[in-house]
């Protein structure tokens, strides 16, 4: 799983299987999470988020699902396809200064295997 | 929509040289963001600008200038680079009301 500063971790599912990533985080006051796909030379790109108020939602083939109790934060991903291989990050809103902020963890690499 | 671009894709910099990175984004948002990604890390919030005029520091700031110049741009400077600021920089924009950041497709820097 993720945690925010430790070495990037890593996954590797089959082709067709579920992926499960996950992450710790640390702010008990974040009152919004975001994962992002990073695929290799590219910006992170935007997949699911969701609030505080909330302990799950379903996007196409994803869904995150909130552990506040815990403060842990998981990405599934339904029947991995090779496409999905890339680094995934959790980010949570810091609602500090003039604009919103997001701390992020520091990746988890999927790669699916044929 | 060309969504946020990023100029220069990749540079290459002696040590205490000046550069510009530039970003701009043409989805009317608000607030712009600049991060730095390291090997093996996440992203870390050098500065942002929650609207046009104004312009705040984030966690790693130091060696590093910015400017807001219009609700479009975003630009930022390395006024004297160093070998710590090789990195990966992305440019970020979020829609007011929004908590979601979209993300350039970073500039690589490399300075020797």
């Known amino acids: 799983g993720e945690s925010v500063g430790l070495h990037l971790p890593t996954l590797s599912v089959q082709e067709g299987d579920n992926s499960i990533i996950n992450c710790a985080y640390s702010n008990s006051a974040s009152d919004y999470f975001i994962w992002y796909k990073q695929e290799s030379g590219k910006g992170p790109q935007f997949i699911i988020d969701?609030?505080?108020?909330?302990d799950k939602r379903q996007g196409q083939r994803v869904t995150v699902l909130l552990n506040k109790t815990v403060k842990h934060l998981s990405l599934q991903i339904a029947a991995t396809q090779p496409g999905d291989s890339a680094v995934y990050f959790c980010?949570?809103?810091?609602?500090?200064?003039?604009?919103?902020?997001?701390?992020f963890g520091s990746g988890t690499q999927l790669t699916v295997l044929p | 929509n060309a969504g946020v671009t990023q100029t220069p894709k990749f540079q290459v910099l002696k040590t205490g040289q000046s550069m510009t990175l530039q970003c701009a984004q043409d989805?009317?948002?608000?607030?712009m963001y600049w991060y730095r990604q390291d090997p093996g890390m996440g992203l870390r919030l050098i500065y942002y600008s929650a609207s046009e005029g104004t312009t705040d520091k984030g966690e790693v700031p130091n060696g590093y200038n910015v400017s807001r110049l219009n609700k479009r741009e975003f630009s930022l400077r390395l006024e004297s680079a160093a070998p710590s600021q090789t990195s990966v920089y992305f440019c970020?924009?979020?829609?007011?009301?929004?908590?979601?950041?979209?993300f350039g497709p970073g500039t690589r820097l490399l300075v020797l």
């Open positions: 989805m009317n948002h608000n607030s």
């Open positions: 969701i609030r505080s108020n909330m």
């Open positions: 980010a949570e809103n810091i609602s500090s200064g003039s604009a919103r902020q997001l701390t």
């Open positions: 970020a924009s979020v829609r007011q009301g929004s908590k979601t950041q979209y």
